[in-house]
């Protein structure tokens, strides 16, 4: 059920300023924006804390966290997507675009079986009984070193809510491992393998990359189109990779690993994702460029929360405070991500937009969640 409250006095997150005033929600939608501190009765004081839209991720792998929250450990499916969705709820997240991932090796030492098509068909059938408290949209990570892409993106449709299809090359040598000793920290700290197991599974790799790289990257443009999906490339690394990303109709560009890569993708229109656990920590755990130096640069568009949820207003707000300008760090949550995948019902607070809300105070300069509402409905 949808409520009518108004939000007054607040400090409301505009898309270009930040203003004191109210926010009045009818029916889920934004019925009224007022400027002035005035809190009439009935309406719900904020103390001169902030308003803002609902945060908008595009790229998280919480889902596959919960739901093999140990190697080998295979969680139930729907208490898991509920967990999921509670705890992105709870982080001020209103509309995700879950990672799953596309294309997979039955094969070998370092084996992985395929899990998408029934994942996103569980996560449907609790949407269809009403069962979310967030707006789920599909981000289909496309594994071109792999042996079943192609079969594995067949399995969905335009039905399938697919936002986002990005185009993932892991082959070792190259974009996030071009430094090789960081994989191999990686598969030997996570699947324990030995120095000769782990040789063989770069062999393995690369033998999957020459063998298949080029068709999956065109069988997965072409399903993204299928799908009415955006495209997103992922890790480029050089100039040339994003030229070749360009040429595909990519919209996006996904953690880019150098300056080289921002730059080029800035110049040819490319929107620049990186990763707000980048951003607070002050680098890349992969050795690659740091967010907080794009962010310096005018290169990063659109923050995305990868593998901590709460990392996302978090690392907005500090983009805020860096900038100077604190509507400016929150539209790298929500007003350029809506824009980047193409929802224009939500990403700002405006008459007519989906109430997609949150209320936040900030303590020791971080923020805390005071209330989360999901289309108007009080979720967290």
Same mark, same amino acid.
């Given at each position: 059920?949808?409520?009518?409250?108004?939000?007054?006095?607040?400090?409301?997150?505009?898309?270009?300023?930040?203003?004191?005033?109210?926010?009045?929600?009818?029916?889920? =939608?934004?019925?009224?924006?007022?400027?002035?501190?005035?809190? %009439?009765?009935?309406?719900?004081?904020?103390?001169?804390?902030?308003?803002?839209?609902?945060?908008?991720?595009?790229?998280?792998?919480?889902?596959? !966290?919960?739901?093999?929250?140990?190697?080998?450990?295979? $969680?139930?499916?729907?208490?898991?997507?509920?967990?999921? %969705?509670?705890?992105?709820?709870?982080?001020?997240?209103?509309? =995700?675009?879950?990672?799953? !991932?596309?294309?997979?090796?039955?094969?070998?030492?370092? !084996?992985?079986?395929?899990?998408?098509?029934?994942?996103?068909?569980? +996560?449907?059938?609790?949407?269809?009984?009403? @069962?979310?408290?967030?707006?789920?949209?599909?981000?289909?990570?496309?594994?071109?070193?792999?042996?079943?892409?192609?079969? #594995?993106? *067949? #399995?969905?449709?335009?039905?399938?809510?697919?936002?986002?299809?990005?185009?993932?090359?892991?082959?070792?040598?190259?974009?996030?491992?071009?430094?090789?000793?960081?994989? *191999?920290?990686?598969?030997?700290?996570?699947?324990?393998?030995?120095?000769?197991?782990?040789?063989?599974?770069?062999?393995?790799?690369?033998?999957?990359?020459?063998?298949?790289?080029?068709?999956? #990257?065109?069988?997965?443009?072409?399903?993204?189109?299928?799908?009415?999906?955006?495209?997103?490339?992922?890790?480029?690394?050089?100039?040339?990779?994003?030229?070749?990303?360009?040429?595909?109709? =990519? /919209?996006?560009?996904?953690?880019?690993?150098?300056?080289? @890569?921002?730059?080029?993708?800035?110049?040819?229109?490319?929107?620049?994702?990186?990763?707000?656990?980048?951003?607070?920590?002050?680098?890349?755990?992969?050795?690659?460029?740091?967010?907080?130096? +794009?962010?310096? /640069?005018?290169?990063?568009?659109?923050?995305?929360?990868?593998?901590?949820?709460?990392?996302?207003?978090?690392?907005?707000?500090?983009?805020?405070?860096? $900038?100077?300008?604190?509507?400016?760090?929150?539209?790298?949550?929500?007003?350029?991500?809506?824009?980047?995948?193409? +929802?224009?019902?939500?990403?700002?607070?405006?008459?007519?937009?989906?109430?997609?809300?949150?209320?936040? %105070?900030? !303590?020791?300069? *971080?923020? *805390?969640?005071?209330?989360?509402?999901? $289309?108007?409905?009080?979720?967290?």
């Amino acid at each position: 059920m949808t409520e009518t409250f108004c939000l007054a006095n607040a400090r409301v997150i505009l898309r270009d300023r930040v203003m004191t005033g109210r926010v009045t929600v009818e029916g889920g =939608v934004i019925a009224g924006i007022e400027e002035g501190d005035q809190v %009439d009765p009935g309406a719900i004081d904020c103390g001169a804390g902030f308003v803002a839209p609902g945060l908008i991720e595009l790229h998280t792998d919480n889902l596959e !966290r919960h739901i093999q929250p140990r190697p080998k450990v295979d $969680w139930p499916h729907n208490a898991a997507i509920l967990a999921h %969705d509670a705890e992105l709820a709870s982080t001020g997240i209103t509309t =995700v675009f879950d990672a799953m !991932r596309v294309g997979s090796i039955p094969t070998g030492r370092g !084996r992985y079986l395929a899990y998408a098509r029934g994942l996103a068909s569980e +996560l449907w059938a609790l949407r269809e009984e009403d @069962a979310l408290k967030i707006s789920h949209f599909l981000h289909l990570r496309a594994e071109v070193c792999s042996e079943t892409l192609e079969e #594995e993106m *067949a #399995e969905f449709g335009p039905e399938d809510r697919v936002g986002i299809v990005s185009l993932m090359d892991h082959t070792p040598g190259q974009r996030q491992f071009r430094d090789v000793t960081k994989l *191999a920290d990686y598969m030997k700290g996570k699947h324990a393998l030995s120095d000769a197991e782990f040789e063989a599974h770069v062999a393995q790799l690369k033998g999957l990359r020459d063998a298949n790289g080029d068709r999956h #990257e065109a069988a997965a443009v072409r399903e993204a189109a299928r799908y009415g999906a955006v495209l997103a490339s992922h890790d480029d690394t050089t100039e040339a990779q994003v030229e070749t990303s360009k040429g595909y109709g =990519v /919209a996006m560009a996904e953690f880019p690993t150098t300056v080289e @890569a921002a730059e080029a993708s800035h110049a040819r229109g490319i929107a620049v994702i990186m990763g707000a656990p980048n951003l607070i920590r002050g680098g890349s755990h992969s050795g690659n460029v740091a967010a907080g130096d +794009l962010a310096e /640069a005018g290169l990063l568009d659109v923050l995305s929360s990868d593998y901590v949820p709460s990392a996302l207003l978090l690392a907005a707000v500090k983009l805020g405070q860096d $900038w100077g300008c604190m509507a400016r760090g929150l539209a790298t949550v929500t007003a350029a991500p809506a824009k980047a995948v193409g +929802l224009q019902d939500r990403g700002e607070i405006a008459p007519g937009k989906r109430a997609d809300l949150i209320r936040f %105070d900030l !303590r020791g300069g *971080a923020p *805390a969640l005071r209330a989360v509402w999901s $289309w108007g409905t009080r979720v967290a």
